[in-house]
């Protein structure tokens, strides 16, 4: 029987906690929301209990070691951190990655950009499918022109098409079908999955997306 998969938040002010307990509360098939306000808790917490995803404030975490016990413990679960927005964003995010994370996201991000992040995350994108050569998503990024990787990679700052035409200087009809023939070459189903795959196989990094 199918279970549903329960989801950690760690760490954040109460309020915080609320907003992304309902911004979480939209995923597909999402178990219950649960918090923990220390990296202890946390890890007692997913120590008993299969969790499918954590969103880990920075703040509770600095040194991302949390990260690093949750995403490669004995029962590991997928990492969302949210970042402090600072001058060393991009280097938190890098240091992020390396312990683990799946993804960041800046926490003064967008509700709507959040939702796409944690979505692509709790559902999971595949690193390469059963039978593909180990390459082959490196190959999928080389397939990327330029300028689509320029927009994925504004597409991951959570930027609409209107506000990605006005930074380029090009129509929205003109974004909408570079995003398009991303989302194709990459096999993804969606801009979220293409923005995941883009972190998890290093078409993108964090010198590629600004974060602050």
Excluded: W
Aim: glycine share 8%.
């Amino acid at each position: 029987m199918y279970r549903r998969r329960p989801v950690l938040i760690v760490g954040f002010s109460p309020l915080t906690r609320i907003g992304l307990a309902r911004v979480l509360s939209r995923l597909p098939d999402v178990g219950a929301i649960s918090a923990a306000a220390s990296p202890a808790a946390a890890v007692r917490f997913a120590s008993r209990t299969v969790t499918g995803m954590a969103v880990v404030d920075q703040t509770a975490d600095p040194g991302f070691t949390l990260v690093r016990s949750l995403s490669s413990g004995y029962t590991p679960c997928p990492v969302v951190v949210l970042l402090t927005p600072s001058a060393h964003a991009d280097e938190d995010a890098r240091f992020a990655f390396g312990q683990g994370a799946q993804a960041v996201a800046l926490a003064t991000a967008s509700a709507s950009y959040l939702h796409q992040v944690l979505a692509g995350v709790y559902l999971g994108v595949p690193i390469q499918s059963k039978g593909e050569p180990a390459n082959a998503e490196h190959k999928r990024g080389h397939a990327l022109s330029q300028r689509e990787t320029e927009i994925l990679a504004l597409i991951a700052e959570g930027m609409s098409s209107k506000v990605i035409a006005e930074r380029l200087v090009v129509s929205v009809e003109t974004v909408r079908s570079h995003a398009k023939n991303i989302i194709r070459k990459l096999e993804a189903n969606g801009r979220a999955e293409a923005v995941s795959i883009a972190y998890r196989t290093g078409i993108l990094d964090s010198d590629a997306l600004p974060l602050a």
